[in-house]
């Protein structure tokens, strides 16, 4: 049985006209009395990009690295940032003035 949080790859192509091919990566984010799964798919930016429910037998689980359960028992928190050219831009330029 799947959790909630689970990170999972869809194992079927019954989806695609969903958005979602076998092999994508996503998370459940509801877990229903009746065995299904609702699973979210987004990109790169965090941007969802599917939704479907699932049944089990259409989901693996897919475990992270031994480094991030490492990470993960050692209490440490692991955070994602994105950024727009224009604010990395800006962090330099904020960067290069604290150096003078």
Do not use: C, W
Request: net charge negative; proline share 3%.
């Amino acid at each position: 049985m799947l959790e909630n949080y689970a990170r999972v790859r869809l194992q079927t192509n019954k989806y695609q006209t969903e958005g979602v091919s076998i092999g994508d990566l996503g998370y459940v984010i509801e877990v229903y009395p009746d065995g299904g799964y609702e699973v979210e798919f987004s990109d790169e930016s965090g941007i969802t990009f599917a939704q479907i429910v699932a049944q089990e037998g259409e989901l693996r689980r897919d475990e992270p690295s031994h480094l991030t359960q490492d990470m993960a028992s050692s209490g440490t928190v692991m955070e994602t940032v994105y950024l727009s050219p224009s604010s990395v831009q800006q962090q330099s330029k904020l960067t290069r003035s604290n150096k003078k």
